[in-house]
């Protein structure tokens, strides 16, 4: 699976679109990118995934670049119970054997939403 | 609702004795799936199950083990619990639908092994 890069932290104002930025250079053809979520020691939640179109859910949107490198989760209307660790995860669609299923978590980033 | 439940949820035991944690998920997924989370090493997967009666070691299974006697139950048994293994524990499960399938997680088990 390929590797990301995401900023440590973040600061949002509540109210405010939060933006958060993922690097996936090394992405290959049928990867995916997924965005989960940690809200504090609470279990991972999906919050949206995509190939290579925009897409848009009820909890926010993913703009993935042409050259699918990079990608930025929007939460269009950020408010303070939208603060958690945001994970970006590139995998493959139909990973096979060992490693289907498995999502390997980065750092990710540490997004704060401020009144 | 859809969920994945984990028993307990706290759980304070000392070294060398045996503990189950169950994990139970009610959408019929054929994935199940363990990972424990500490302090500057993010979520490591500890066994994952394809299947009934398939199961599989993840990134750190020492110390650990998992059975898959049912679909919706995916229990993580610890013969001999060290210090090393507190940690917080959560359980995953998703379909096999292939492309894009969602992982569900439990609410997580947070251990303290004396």
């Known amino acids: 699976d390929a590797k990301t890069t995401q900023p440590t932290s973040m600061d949002c104002a509540e109210g405010r679109a939060a933006n958060l930025p993922c690097n996936h250079s090394?992405?290959?053809?049928?990867?995916?990118v997924y965005w989960y979520r940690q809200i504090h020691s609470q279990g991972p939640q999906y919050i949206i995934h995509?190939?290579?179109n925009n897409e848009t859910n009820e909890m926010a949107s993913l703009i993935i670049t042409e050259d699918r490198k990079s990608s930025t989760l929007i939460l269009p209307h950020a408010t303070l119970r939208d603060t958690a660790v945001y994970y970006c995860?590139?995998?493959?669609?139909?990973?096979?054997?060992?490693?289907?299923?498995?999502?390997?978590f980065g750092q990710g980033t540490i997004l704060t939403v401020h009144p | 609702e859809a969920q994945v439940t984990q028993n307990p949820r706290y759980l304070i035991t000392v070294t060398g004795k045996k503990l189950t944690v169950t994990c139970s998920q009610n959408?019929?997924?054929?994935?199940m799936s363990w990972y424990r989370q500490d302090p500057g090493l993010g979520l490591r997967q500890i066994y994952y199950?394809?299947?009934?009666?398939?199961?599989d070691k993840g990134d750190v299974p020492e110390g650990y083990k998992v059975s898959r006697k049912e679909k919706r139950n995916f229990p993580l048994i610890l013969e001999s619990p060290s210090p090393n293994q507190t940690s917080l524990y959560f359980c995953?499960?998703?379909?096999?639908?292939?492309?894009?399938?969602?992982?569900?997680f439990g609410p997580g088990t947070r251990l303290l092994v004396l």
């Open positions: 995953a499960s998703s379909s096999r639908r292939g492309a894009g399938e969602t992982q569900y």
């Open positions: 959408m019929n997924h054929e994935y």
């Open positions: 995860i590139v995998r493959g669609a139909n990973a096979g054997g060992t490693s289907y299923g498995k999502l390997t």
């Open positions: 199950s394809m299947n009934v009666e398939v199961t």
């Open positions: 090394t992405i290959s053809g049928n990867e995916y």
């Open positions: 995509g190939l290579k």
